[in-house]
C-alpha cells in the first residue's frame, strides 16, 4: 500500500491522524517521522510534525542462507581484502594548485549572486507549501463517488452512492440498493472484497488530488457499522471469559479493519490489555487479563 503523509501540532497527533486515515491499529502500521515541531521562544511551538505511515506489509520473510548458519552474508570488498593494509597515496601538488587556480575568481569580474531558493532544502519546504492546500473533503467526496457509480454502471448493478462528511478529515461513501441482496458481490467473505474496494477508491482520489488526501472510508449496505457492533459484543464476552479464567485468549486471525474494531472495543476496559501479534496474513488479537 501506498504512504500517506499526515500533520499535526505533535508527532503522536500526527500519528494518529496517519492511524485513523488507514484504518489500521498502530501495530499493523509502519510509520516514519519526517519532521518533528520546533521549539520557538518563549517555549512555543514552531512549525508541525509531519509523518508518513503505510500498512504493514504482508510480504514473506527473507530467505536465510544455510551456509552462513542463518547469518545474512556480509557484502563484498570490491577494492579486495588488502584494502586496510594500503596506505593512501600522497595528493600531488600539481592537483592541488590546478584545484586552486580553478577556484580562484577571475579578477574584475563580480560574483553572481544566484536568486530564488540557494539549497534542495528551500525548494522541497516550497513545494510542500505549494501541495499542502491540495483539494477539499467535499471535492474528494466528489471524486470517489464518480469513481464508485462508474463501477457499478459497469457491473450492471443499480445502487446509490451517497456521500457523508463523518468529520473535518473524514468522508464515508455509502452504496445501498433496495433489495441489498446484489450488493453482497462488492462485500465478499468478512469484508475482503470491500476492503479493496475502499483501498482502490483511496488511490483513484489521490491521483487526482495534489495534495495530501483525508481518510476515505467506503461502506456497502451497512456492513462496516454491522460487522463492528458484531465484533464489539463478541470482544466483550471474550474479555468477560478472560477476566474469569484469568488466562489470556488469542483470537482468529482478522484482517486489520477487524482487529482496530476488536482494540477499539476494548480500550476503555482497565480489566484487560489487547495486542496485535504474528504476521499477515495470519495476524491476530490477544486478550490478556490486565
Same mark, same amino acid.
Given at each position: 500500500?501506498?504512504?500517506?503523509?499526515?500533520?499535526?501540532?505533535?508527532?503522536?497527533?500526527?500519528?494518529?491522524?496517519?492511524?485513523?486515515?488507514?484504518?489500521?491499529?498502530?501495530?499493523?502500521? %509502519?510509520?516514519?517521522?519526517?519532521?518533528?515541531?520546533?521549539?520557538?521562544?518563549?517555549?512555543?511551538?514552531?512549525?508541525?510534525?509531519?509523518?508518513?505511515?503505510?500498512?504493514?506489509?504482508?510480504?514473506?520473510?527473507?530467505?536465510?542462507?544455510?551456509?552462513?548458519?542463518?547469518? &545474512?552474508?556480509?557484502?563484498?570488498?570490491?577494492?579486495?581484502?588488502?584494502?586496510?593494509?594500503?596506505?593512501?597515496?600522497?595528493?600531488?601538488?600539481?592537483?592541488?594548485?590546478?584545484?586552486?587556480?580553478?577556484?580562484?575568481?577571475?579578477?574584475?569580474?563580480?560574483?553572481?549572486?544566484?536568486?530564488?531558493?540557494?539549497?534542495?532544502? &528551500?525548494?522541497?519546504?516550497?513545494?510542500?507549501?505549494?501541495?499542502?492546500?491540495?483539494?477539499?473533503?467535499? &471535492?474528494?467526496?466528489?471524486?470517489?463517488?464518480?469513481?464508485?457509480?462508474?463501477?457499478?454502471?459497469?457491473?450492471?448493478?443499480?445502487?446509490?452512492?451517497?456521500?457523508?462528511?463523518?468529520?473535518?478529515?473524514?468522508?464515508?461513501?455509502?452504496?445501498?440498493?433496495?433489495?441489498?441482496?446484489?450488493?453482497?458481490?462488492? =462485500?465478499?467473505?468478512?469484508?475482503?472484497?470491500?476492503?479493496?474496494?475502499?483501498?482502490?477508491?483511496?488511490?483513484?482520489?489521490?491521483?487526482?488530488?495534489?495534495?495530501?488526501?483525508?481518510?476515505?472510508?467506503?461502506? =456497502?449496505?451497512?456492513?462496516?457499522?454491522?460487522?463492528?457492533?458484531?465484533?464489539?459484543?463478541?470482544?466483550?464476552?471474550?474479555?468477560?471469559?478472560?477476566?474469569?479464567?484469568?488466562?489470556?485468549?488469542?483470537? &482468529?486471525?482478522?484482517?486489520?479493519?477487524?482487529?482496530?474494531?476488536?482494540?477499539?472495543?476494548?480500550?476503555?476496559?482497565?480489566?484487560?490489555?489487547?495486542?496485535? %501479534?504474528?504476521?499477515?496474513?495470519?495476524?491476530?488479537?490477544?486478550?490478556?487479563?490486565?
Amino acid at each position: 500500500m501506498d504512504w500517506v503523509e499526515t500533520t499535526g501540532k505533535s508527532i503522536d497527533e500526527a500519528t494518529d491522524r496517519a492511524l485513523a486515515h488507514l484504518g489500521v491499529h498502530r501495530d499493523d502500521a %509502519e510509520i516514519e517521522v519526517l519532521e518533528e515541531p520546533k521549539a520557538g521562544l518563549f517555549g512555543r511551538i514552531r512549525g508541525e510534525a509531519r509523518v508518513r505511515a503505510r500498512v504493514r506489509p504482508a510480504g514473506p520473510r527473507p530467505k536465510r542462507s544455510r551456509r552462513s548458519g542463518g547469518r &545474512e552474508d556480509k557484502p563484498k570488498n570490491p577494492e579486495g581484502r588488502d584494502n586496510k593494509s594500503r596506505a593512501p597515496k600522497p595528493k600531488s601538488n600539481d592537483g592541488e594548485r590546478a584545484r586552486s587556480t580553478r577556484e580562484r575568481p577571475e579578477s574584475g569580474r563580480p560574483k553572481q549572486v544566484s536568486k530564488g531558493p540557494s539549497t534542495k532544502s &528551500e525548494k522541497v519546504s516550497l513545494k510542500e507549501s505549494n501541495m499542502a492546500e491540495g483539494i477539499t473533503l467535499a &471535492e474528494q467526496g466528489v471524486i470517489g463517488k464518480g469513481f464508485l457509480e462508474g463501477l457499478l454502471s459497469s457491473m450492471n448493478i443499480t445502487a446509490q452512492v451517497n456521500v457523508r462528511e463523518i468529520d473535518e478529515e473524514t468522508v464515508e461513501l455509502s452504496v445501498n440498493a433496495t433489495p441489498p441482496t446484489e450488493l453482497g458481490v462488492l =462485500v465478499g467473505p468478512r469484508g475482503t472484497t470491500l476492503q479493496a474496494l475502499q483501498e482502490v477508491t483511496r488511490t483513484v482520489v489521490q491521483s487526482k488530488s495534489p495534495g495530501r488526501t483525508d481518510r476515505i472510508l467506503v461502506d =456497502v449496505a451497512q456492513y462496516r457499522e454491522r460487522r463492528v457492533a458484531a465484533l464489539g459484543r463478541f470482544a466483550n464476552q471474550v474479555a468477560q471469559e478472560v477476566v474469569e479464567s484469568g488466562e489470556e485468549r488469542a483470537l &482468529e486471525p482478522m484482517s486489520a479493519a477487524d482487529r482496530k474494531a476488536i482494540h477499539d472495543a476494548l480500550s476503555g476496559l482497565d480489566s484487560v490489555v489487547t495486542r496485535s %501479534e504474528g504476521e499477515e496474513p495470519r495476524r491476530f488479537v490477544v486478550v490478556s487479563p490486565a
